[in-house]
């Protein structure tokens, strides 16, 4: 089992920068590829980000490459979602989520999930 729980959401700005933690307990963390996704309300959830276990392969979304990094501390067994240049259209409720193996943009493909933190962007 690997428990989450994001933190660092709020309200900002458009311009401004957020960024949001993933804290991970639970043995199965080891080897977890890690994914950020996000739901706006009447929207459905969407990948953001991924990062593997190692750290040396991320993915994202084309809306938030070259504003959006994801990265990850295995020795404190969290993972990170620095947002820069934040738009309104950023405006939601961010997830992590966990998978053994590698990074999937499938929100299908994840088995634990935390309970998200709301990131709004105001214009």
């Known amino acids: 089992q690997v428990q989450l729980v994001e933190s660092g959401g709020g309200l900002v700005q458009a311009g401004g920068s957020l960024r949001l933690s993933c804290a991970a307990s639970?043995?199965?963390?080891?080897?977890?590829?890690m994914g950020w996704f996000r739901q706006a309300p009447e929207a459905e959830r969407e990948f953001v980000a991924g990062?593997?276990?190692?750290?040396?392969?991320?993915d994202y979304a084309n809306s938030v490459k070259g504003r959006f990094t994801i990265s990850r501390d295995n020795a404190k067994n969290t993972v990170y979602l620095q947002m820069n240049s934040l738009k309104p259209e950023d405006t939601a409720v961010y997830y992590c989520?966990?998978?053994?193996?590698?990074?999937?943009?499938?929100?299908?493909?994840?088995?634990?999930w935390g309970q998200g933190t709301q990131v709004t962007v105001s214009s």
């Open positions: 639970g043995r199965t963390f080891s080897g977890s590829a």
């Open positions: 990062i593997n276990w190692s750290g040396d392969i991320t």
């Open positions: 989520a966990a998978r053994q193996g590698s990074v999937r943009v499938s929100s299908t493909r994840y088995n634990y």
